[in-house]
């Protein structure tokens, strides 16, 4: 367990200046990186009524856990859906609103003496929130179409339903299309990966900068392996389901 004399003493930047990860870790406690940053952590923690050793235990525990390891290829296909569906709403409800509330709480004026910084920061304010209106819109459209034809593509293996519908749903809904278009998705962090210089980290920068960068990175590589779990794992598996019922639709209707 973190003691006090260990970390406690140290004001919230200094400790989230050691490891970058951990202010999200913090604001999802309430801790402010702007307004808390030069106030020590333990009386950060005594105005909200935290006892130190607890969060500081719970934030070492929560890093020592990391991503956990699981055999996709390994699970059905309705878990992987909602594992996918877990990190969209982990994508909507944490990571994306951390990440505006750092470019929003960027001071350009005073918070950074460098030209380029304040234009990059400018840029990001302009940027990045039609990125997160466009990322959470193509979120619910694929929860909304892929997500619910694949349910229903595994509910006719169990629940014998209207054959004729679900062949008109087939006919609308091609998942080699789908699957087609997705492998050759646009790179949706291009433009803010050039712009930051590929998050490349300057001493000279703000803690505030620093730790968007860092967040913005880490969020980059979080879509990717996302990415590569749909196109490699749910869609091939969804792929062969959609054979299966097509085939077994097929089989039913010549025996009729």
């Given amino acids: 367990m973190a003691s006090t004399q260990t970390y406690a003493p140290t004001t919230v930047g200094a400790y989230v200046a050691q490891d970058l990860g951990r202010a999200l870790a913090l604001h999802g406690y309430g801790i402010s ?6 106030t020590p952590l333990d009386a950060v923690c005594q105005r909200m009524g935290i006892v130190p050793t607890h969060l500081l235990a719970l934030l070492e525990k929560q890093a020592k856990m990391g991503t956990p390891y699981f055999a996709a290829h390994e699970m059905p296909l309705r878990l992987v859906v909602e594992y996918l569906r877990h990190a969209h709403h982990l994508f909507i409800r944490e990571r994306i609103p951390f990440l505006l509330y750092l ?82 998705h646009e790179d949706e962090m291009a433009g803010i990966r050039a712009l930051t210089n590929n998050y490349a980290l300057v001493p000279s920068m703000s803690l505030p900068l620093q730790v968007l960068y860092f967040e913005l990175g880490r969020f980059e590589k979080d879509l990717a392996t996302h990415a590569h779990l749909e196109n490699t794992i749910l869609l091939p598996k969804a792929l062969r389901l959609e054979g299966y019922v097509r085939g077994t639709i097929t089989t039913l209707a010549l025996k009729n």
């Fill in 33 to 38: 990186l702007f307004a808390d940053a030069q």
């Fill in 103 to 184: 470019i929003g709480g960027l001071d350009v004026q005073t918070g950074h003496t460098d030209a380029t910084e304040q234009g990059v920061v400018q840029d990001l304010r302009l940027i990045f929130p039609l990125f997160a209106e466009e990322f959470i819109a193509h979120i619910h459209e694929e929860e909304d179409t892929l997500f619910i034809y694949i349910h229903e593509l595994l509910r006719a293996l169990k629940i014998p339903g209207n054959p004729g519908q679900l062949w008109l749903k087939m006919a609308k809904r091609n998942l080699g299309d789908f699957a087609a278009e997705h492998q050759v």
